[in-house]
C-alpha cells in the first residue's frame, strides 16, 4: 500500500488529474529563458513607476515647505 492509497478519495482524483495534466502539457513547471526576461523586465518597469511616483510626491511635499 502506498501514500496516495491512504488519502480520501476526492484527493486521490484530484492527484490523478494533476499527474494527467503534467502529462499533457509536458511543462514541468519552467519558466525557460524568455520567460525569466518579462518577468524581470515587468519588475524593473514596476520599479521605474514606483520610483517616479515617489519622486513625483516627495518634490510636490518640499516645494510647499515654507522659507
Do not use: C, N
Not at 13 to 31: N, P, Q, T
Not at 48 to 60: C, D, E, H
Amino acid at each position: 500500500m502506498m501514500w496516495p492509497d491512504l488519502l480520501p478519495p476526492h484527493l486521490h482524483y484530484l492527484l490523478g488529474r494533476l499527474a494527467a495534466s503534467r502529462l499533457v502539457r509536458d511543462e514541468k513547471g519552467e519558466v525557460g529563458i524568455v520567460g525569466t526576461i518579462i518577468m524581470v523586465v515587468g519588475f524593473a518597469v514596476a520599479a521605474a513607476i514606483l520610483v517616479a511616483a515617489v519622486k513625483g510626491k516627495l518634490q510636490t511635499w518640499i516645494a510647499e515647505i515654507p522659507g
